[in-house]
């Protein structure tokens, strides 16, 4: 049997989250597991540096380009690749499948059998979030890829449970090509104790269905109540700017700080040391800082939409409905005045880490493409 391709074309150039660090991950495990000889990657020359460091052993194909100016002429790229250069890279190096990083794969269906994870479809199951609409053409434009790329794959790889039931209920014609892998997450278990825990923290702040506003104006409520100042961590890109102009207008700025870009180091050890770590999003596909922080034994509070219960295993602490400035604002006072006891952050840890570690996501992954590569292709 040929190697299976991992299709990394999707990275972006400047890493934009998740989506990137969910492939980043599995690959981190395929090498570790020792799998590397199993698969090749294919990637744009400005991603090959990153994956080699990641799986030196692996042999990886890099494709000259891939950069864009804006994110439509970034999709033509990636749809011209997948739909001509992808399949002739398939054929030369008689692979046994191909595994998609992401959607958006091309107009017509792989020479070998294809898995593809398009993370989730938020852009058709909620067009609507935080009273943002998404426009018209946007809107169409992913219902038309994704349909395509379910047509094409012969399976289709869901993030949760919730992502699988969306998928099914608005693609239902190809709900048995659906198949659940979570993310595989990368973060180790805390080594000691910060010397302080100390305000309260919140990541991922640059879209609108992140519902950040709702926990700025939830603190603004409790602010007299704690000394615990709270901290935004991450880019505030134009689309977002009502977060600093709201806290500029109401006088928060001396409790409530904007950090910025910063690296994942810097990240982590502010986690580590956060009295709360709050997401008061109204969706996810899989939630992925939410999980880092409960490894990390860092008292959790969650929207309590379906995805946030269902990855978290009801571990942490929630609070609904999301958009409900009181209720977030009642339920970071109990969190602040009635933390959870050690024993419950570490058991949340050990079961989060295990469940989600990389390199057993990895495996499973690694086996479920390797049984595709076996199947008989349907005509």
Partial sequence: MGKIALNYIYLSEKHAGGKDQAGLNLLKGFYENGQSGQFFAICFSY???ILRELAPDMEIISIPGGRASNE????????WTNTFRIPQILRQKKASAVYHLNCNNGLRKMPVP??????????VAHRVLANVKIPFY???LYRILYRMDFSHADRIVAISQVDQKEIGTFYPQYRKKIHKIYIPVDCPLPEGEAAEKKNIHALNLQFHHKNIITLVRAFEKIQGQTDQDLILMGRVPERV???KEYVKQHQLEKRVHFTGFLPEEQVQQQMHSSRLYVNPTLYEGFGMTAVEAMIQRVPTLLSGIPTNREVTGGLCRYYEPPED???????????????PAAEELQKASQYLYERYHYRRISQECGEFLRQLGEEKRES
């Fill in 241 to 243: 700017q009502y977060l």
């Fill in 325 to 339: 400035v009181d209720a977030l604002a009642q339920a970071l006072l109990d969190c602040l005045q009635n933390p």
């Fill in 47 to 49: 991603s090959e540096k």
């Fill in 114 to 123: 294809s898995a593809a994870v398009p993370y989730d479809i938020k852009a």
């Fill in 72 to 79: 439509l002429t970034r999709m033509a790229k990636i749809c």
């Fill in 138 to 140: 946007k809107y169409w």
